[in-house]
């Protein structure tokens, strides 16, 4: 049945007592009362890759996840940080990558927490959480508090995809501390509420949509540069401000100035990829030691300055 995806929008034991021991290869489940009732069997489900829920509530559902499990998106419903730090720890156990979709999910807040000793509890749990190894986990969210973004500090999260400005902002403070994390996908970047403070781990970051300052990226681009290692940069549907856009007054003197520490940074470990460029973008680029740039053609007006 690994070719099979069932989707259920309203369940009863006896409907999940027939998948039991099965082979489905993806299981759907739209109500948290279903999310529920198919909770013991899930285990037994020895070939389930994708597993969607809608409706997860904290009081009613500790899940127990079947090994082959490679992906599971949570797309709507609330958990405490006790039962995500659970969550975490059973997809740190499987042995292979595993992708956890966050979509219109909740996590509480810790007065909002139902256990009465709850704070002991999550302690241990994030002891735990911390001693186990993340670095297969990618986690995707879609929205984002500071509550779920506490949950991932210390941790060895492998791979990171935010789709929102207000996630990316939420999580700034963070990202130093995730200290294997290999690969950053970011959506909604603004230059105005983010300061991108990167772990030294990282080798692939993606600007997927939003806008920047030239100043911005100039000082992205020095950070990279002081990564010891090989790093790509992708900028996608990105936007680089012209400079009559730029916020800051005096941004000509500070733009000037960070263009020079830029030229003086060794770039040649870095790849950067472009998905649709402008002028400002290019012209950031000119007279520095870029290994490559890829883009359709568009950069050769300055091609011959990438010493």
């Known amino acids: 049945m690994s070719n099979i995806e069932i989707l ?3 369940g009863n034991k006896e409907l999940f007592e027939i998948f039991l021991d099965t082979s489905i290869g993806i299981l759907s489940l739209r109500t948290a009362d ?3 009732q198919a909770s013991d069997i899930l285990p037994t489900l020895i070939k389930l890759k994708n597993l969607y829920l809608r409706g997860i509530s904290v009081v009613h559902c500790d899940l127990h996840l079947p090994a082959s499990l490679h992906c599971i998106s949570l797309q709507t419903g ?4 006790e039962w995500l730090y659970s969550l975490l720890i059973k997809l740190s156990a499987l042995d292979h990558p595993v992708k956890l979709e966050l979509q219109s999910f909740v996590v509480q807040s810790r007065e909002e927490d139902l256990a009465a000793d709850s704070n002991i509890h999550v302690s241990d749990l994030r002891s735990k959480l911390l001693d186990s190894d993340m670095s297969n986990i990618e986690i995707l969210v879609e929205n984002g508090r500071k509550e779920l973004f506490e949950i991932f500090r210390d941790t060895t999260i492998g791979i990171l995809s935010l789709r929102t400005a207000d996630s990316v902002s939420h999580l700034s403070d963070i990202l130093p501390t995730l200290i294997k994390l290999k690969k950053l996908y970011l959506r909604g970047i603004s230059v105005g509420h983010c300061d991108l403070q990167l772990p030294a781990s990282l080798h692939c970051i993606s600007l997927q949509t939003g806008e920047c300052s030239s100043e911005w990226l100039c000082n992205l681009l020095i950070k990279l540069s002081a990564l010891d290692h090989f790093v790509k940069f992708e900028l996608c549907s990105f936007v680089v ?6 916020l800051d007054p005096d941004s000509n003197v500070h733009v000037s100035e960070m263009r020079s520490k830029l030229m003086a940074c060794d770039m040649s470990n870095i790849e950067i990829l472009v998905e649709n460029w402008t002028k400002e973008l290019f012209e950031i680029f000119r007279d520095t030691s870029l290994r490559t740039a890829d883009s ?11 010493n």
Do not use: K
């Not at 401000?241 to 730029?246: I, K, L, P």
């Open 8 to 10: 259920v929008e309203n």
């Open 34 to 36: 279903s999310v529920a």
């Open 78 to 81: 609330e958990c405490s940080s």
């Open 241 to 246: 401000q012209s400079r009559g856009e730029d």
């Open 296 to 306: 359709v053609s568009q950069q050769t007006f300055f091609q011959h300055s990438l």
